[in-house]
């Protein structure tokens, strides 16, 4: 339970390995799933083609209950991006954990908050470089003293909540179930009863575990275009 973090020191700066390693594992999943999905495109499409279709699709109901799609299509091989992204580094962790000498090296990325607030700190970044890019500067910084001026303080704890609670959501949901399975496989290692006892649980978690992760994908991509919206669309 008590696993310590592979950490790694170079030019003064410390790396945490695990996350590294896992991090790079997601990206390559997501890229040969990309890869094997578009490599063979046909006009009825079949397969990983059906399934990526399926995701476009899905991705692009998001974008439009939030704005409307000519300002919104732009953001669309983000959400395609993160929801696929996080999906895949939620799912990591549940198979098994990797521990070598006493170092947790094969996780979900998404269990570690450095990792969930670096996505959610990029996602309120680029929302702020859209809300500048399409609406310019003076009409973005009308959003921070409107309706009155004296909300201007508010507005900037606002964003600083919005990414936290984005990033600590996703870090939250993931790392308890982690901690839930570990202690359920702990139950299974300490003879026959407890094995029979919590092979049930463990099997019920592990299920629940991949309907939590899908969630947690699709809520933060959910917010990532609500947070968009509010920058970049005229109405909001």
Do not use: C
Not at 51 to 63: A, N, Q, R, T
Not at 77 to 104: C, E, H, Q, R, W
Not at 107 to 132: C, E, F, N, R, W
Not at 215 to 228: C, G, H, R
């Amino acid at each position: 339970m008590h696993h310590e973090a592979p950490l790694y020191t170079l030019f003064g700066l410390t790396f945490n390995l695990a996350n590294v390693l896992m991090i790079t594992v997601t990206s390559v999943i997501v890229f040969v799933i990309a890869v094997l999905a578009t490599r063979n495109l046909a006009m009825k499409p079949t397969g990983m083609q059906n399934f990526l279709e399926w995701v476009m699709d899905f991705v692009k109901g998001i974008i439009k209950s939030n704005m409307d799609w000519k300002t919104g299509g732009r953001f669309h091989m983000l959400g395609m991006t993160l929801i696929m992204y996080i999906f895949v580094a939620n799912m990591l962790g549940l198979p098994f954990s990797v521990v070598i000498d006493n170092k947790l090296w094969w996780k979900s990325p998404t269990a570690d908050p450095v990792v969930t607030l670096t996505l959610a700190t990029m996602v309120v970044a680029l929302s702020h470089y859209y809300g500048i890019k399409l609406n310019g500067f003076k009409e973005y910084a009308k959003g921070f003293v409107s309706p009155m001026p004296i909300l201007f303080p508010l507005k900037i704890i606002e964003e600083f909540a919005n990414t936290l609670t984005l990033g600590l959501r996703l870090y939250g949901n993931i790392f308890a179930g982690e901690i839930l399975l570990a202690l359920l496989a702990g139950s299974l290692a300490t003879g026959v009863g407890g094995t029979i006892a919590a092979i049930i649980p463990t099997i019920a978690w592990q299920g629940f575990s991949i309907f939590v992760g899908a969630i947690q994908a699709f809520i933060f991509t959910m917010l990532t275009m609500v947070y968009m919206a509010h920058k970049v669309s005229h109405d909001h």
